[in-house]
């Protein structure tokens, strides 16, 4: 898959994104009831654009997405299709996300991407043992919480 070329009338292209964003405010909110929801939209909205989603998955507090997206679209068009249209269609399917997340406002602002080129294994892995990292992170640090403004205690 990695020297998989696409074609467009005039052109072949391989053009694969790793792609970060997260909820407004990192809330935790992408394991519970919704997401399943979410999953179906960013497959239906990709399938829309001609994207193709290689890899993905969803932490509990952001998302990540190995994507081939044709040339003719800018990857910055295409995050903010993907949070925008994600953001409207989950509101509409859960109306008592207004109340979480007043003013239609979903994701954060902002998303990280970086180019793949010839090291898509590496990516697929790497987004494939995120969470598995994470969760072994948080049982080997164990973090004594101190209030700023009252000094060591």
């Known amino acids: 898959m990695a020297n998989k070329t696409n074609e467009l009338s005039h052109s072949k292209w391989v053009c694969k994104y790793h792609i970060v964003f997260t909820p407004k405010y990192r ?3 992408i394991y519970n009831q919704y997401r399943e929801d979410l999953i179906e939209i960013f ?6 654009k001609g994207v193709e989603i290689i890899e993905g998955h969803m932490m509990p507090d952001h998302v990540h997405m190995l994507l081939s997206i044709p040339p003719k679209i800018a990857i910055s068009t295409f995050v903010g299709y993907l949070k925008g249209k ?4 989950m509101f509409d399917k859960h109306a008592n996300l207004k109340y979480k997340f007043g003013n239609r406002h ?3 602002e902002g998303y990280y991407v970086s180019t793949v080129g010839l090291n898509e294994a590496t990516v697929k892995k790497y987004i494939a043992e995120q969470e598995k990292h994470d969760i072994a992170l948080d049982k080997l640090s164990v973090k004594e919480y101190e209030d700023p403004f009252k000094g060591n205690k």
Do not use: H, P, V
Not at 43 to 48: A, D, E, I, Q
């Open 43 to 48: 497959k239906r909205l990709c399938s829309y």
């Open 106 to 108: 979903f994701w954060a």
């Open 27 to 29: 809330r935790k909110i």
């Open 86 to 89: 994600s953001a409207l269609q």
